[in-house]
């Protein structure tokens, strides 16, 4: 598997530090975040999910815990919005240039405004998606923010 992505381009060009990780990609799998937390056995809430939504018809990124679930009164209250929804997946694969379960916050093809779950950083490295199915990415939290030019917010349901 060829390792250049848009995604890795992105990190390499700013000069951050990063691991790959490759797992084997299972189409169909309903949630890929923990699917792929436990292919490569790391804690679900380390191996972070990269969610298109639309706030007040606008596009944005929000990054969470594969275990856990957005809350959208929070989404929309963290880009300033009134109200957001899920991004339909092909308006997300045209926006990103990635397809879904590929998505990354890195090297997106048109930036949206990103917010990464504040929680979610708490970890001394995090696992992201590399912008191609069964492509992960492992690097320090703030790199991270730093990279995706993301704020951190809180972002997920209370659960």
């Known amino acids: ?3 250049a992505t848009p995604a890795t381009q992105a990190l390499t060009r700013a000069k951050l530090a990063f691991e790959l990780h490759e797992y084997a990609y299972e189409a169909g799998q309903e949630k890929i975040g923990l699917h792929a937390a ?8 380390r191996v972070l999910k990269t969610l298109m939504v639309e706030v007040d018809g606008k596009p944005a990124c929000a990054v969470i815990p594969s275990d856990a679930t957005l809350s959208m009164k929070k989404v929309a209250a963290a880009f300033g919005g009134k109200s957001a929804k899920m991004m339909e997946p092909a308006k ?6 990635f397809r879904t379960g590929g998505i990354s916050p890195f090297g997106q093809k048109r930036a949206s405004p990103v917010a990464f779950e504040q929680s979610a950083l708490r970890y001394d490295r995090i696992i992201l998606n590399g912008g ?3 492509l992960m990415i492992e690097l320090l939290p703030d790199e991270a923010l730093s990279a995706a030019r993301a704020e951190a917010k809180p972002l997920i349901a209370d659960q």
């Open 1 to 3: 598997m060829g390792h």
């Open 38 to 45: 436990g292919a490569l056995g790391v804690e679900p809430s």
């Open 92 to 97: 997300a694969e045209k926006l990103t240039g």
């Open 132 to 134: 191609k199915r069964g």
